[in-house]
């Protein structure tokens, strides 16, 4: 057996934005469609701004919690607050929030420019205002050539752009996005999200943003609120959300993940040890609730935390084949005590076919901090 593995779990990083006024605040709020619940009692704090990733499955209550704070929707019960300013009363038009939309909803017999402008001659902005800040968002999109040209004759990413600066010509407190790179291509979705990035940063405005892409949630957020069956499950960094998940449903929902069964041996104050496969390996003690001593736990560990070990290690199998990604080779290895009886190994570079065949006899470890456990459904 090898040596025990008692290693603190390293702290996590802060998560909440401590100097920075709230943006936005959702207090308790619930809205039921019928005898459905869409949204269960939501609480939230987003900081002025930051850019929040609302992440979760179809279904799940996000957009509904969009469609809340944009005044879309009414909610049942709760508050929610902008600047510090109570909504519940304030129609969407006096929100002072700019909406982008999956669909784009660009009117189709009007420019560019006047698509961009509409939100400020519905303000009742002058004329010559409206040119010198419908020519600024222009540029702000790198869209200042086609200001004449109707929406049918832009691309995809080109009608996103005219937008997000319709969205961002009427200078909102909130900037709120739903999942508005769905329909774009994955080269343009990736330069969409650079793009918007650095223009969320350039301007500084508070971003509230829809999907249900996990990588596009961890690239781009300062936070990430995970949402599943209307209730929000975590709210922490794309770090914490990652490695820290606070739940099973956390743990296979955001990234992939190998499961091992194990056995809680004994608790030792903030972090617990648990016996698994080979070995044992100590692990944090707050998501285990109250369980006892010799309880059946589930490990979840992340492809990209496992390695091949040179000698011993706490797993051992067989590879099965390689997964070619380019950047890394994922590695599948039938692991008998893996639940599924597969672990998958993300190895960087191009060579792990060659150093680790199909058929090869490996070891395989991992660092305490690399784990997470819970209670096993299993029993």
């Known amino acids: 057996m090898p040596a025990e593995r008692l290693d603190p779990p390293e702290p996590g990083p802060v998560t909440v934005p401590a100097t920075r006024p709230v943006g936005v605040q959702i207090d308790g709020v619930t809205k039921r469609f019928g005898d459905a619940t869409a949204l269960h009692e939501a609480w939230l704090k987003i900081a002025d701004g930051e850019f929040m990733t609302l992440l979760g499955p179809s279904g799940c209550g996000k957009t509904t919690l969009l469609n809340l704070i944009a005044g879309f929707l009414e909610a049942d019960s709760g508050e929610i607050f902008v600047g510090g300013r109570l909504m519940t009363e304030t129609p969407p038009y006096d929100r002072e929030i700019g909406v982008v939309f999956q ?31 419908v020519a600024e968002a222009l540029a702000l999109v790198k869209l200042s050539q086609f200001g004449d040209r109707k929406p049918r004759q832009l691309s995809g990413g080109q009608q996103q752009r005219v937008a997000l600066a319709r969205a961002l010509v009427i200078r909102p407190k909130v900037l709120l996005l739903d999942e508005p790179f769905s329909a774009l291509d994955k ?8 793009e918007l990035k650095e223009i969320q940063r350039r301007l500084g405005v508070t971003t509230i943003f829809v999907t249900h892409d996990q990588s596009e949630a961890l690239s781009m957020s300062d936070r990430i609120a995970v949402m599943a069956d209307g209730r929000i499950r975590q709210v922490g960094t794309p770090d914490e959300i990652y490695r820290r998940p606070a739940d099973p449903f956390l743990a296979s929902f955001v990234g992939d993940v190998n499961v091992l069964p194990g056995r809680l041996e004994r608790r030792l104050g903030e972090v617990a040890s648990v016996l698994v496969a080979d ?5 944090r003690a707050d998501t285990l609730g109250d369980l006892a001593p010799g309880a059946a736990v589930d490990l979840f560990v992340r492809p990209d935390a496992v390695r091949v070990a040179e000698g011993e290690g706490l797993l051992s199998g067989t590879v099965a084949t390689h997964v070619y990604q380019g950047s890394h080779v994922d590695v599948l290895v039938d692991v008998p005590a893996a639940r599924g009886g597969r672990i ?7 060579e792990a076919p060659v150093r680790w065949p199909a058929g090869t006899r490996i070891a395989l470890d991992f660092a305490a901090g690399d784990a997470v456990a819970f209670a096993s459904d299993a029993g």
Request: hydrophobic share 40%; glycine share 12%; charged share 20%.
């Open 187 to 194: 080269n343009l979705r990736g330069a969409m999200q650079v």
């Open 279 to 283: 070995g044992r390996l100590q692990v």
């Open 344 to 350: 998958t190994v993300r190895v960087p570079g191009y």
């Open 103 to 133: 669909n784009y909803a660009l009117f189709p017999h009007m420019n560019v420019a006047k698509n961009v402008g509409y939100g400020l001659r519905m303000r009742g902005v002058p004329k010559r205002e409206i040119e010198a800040r």
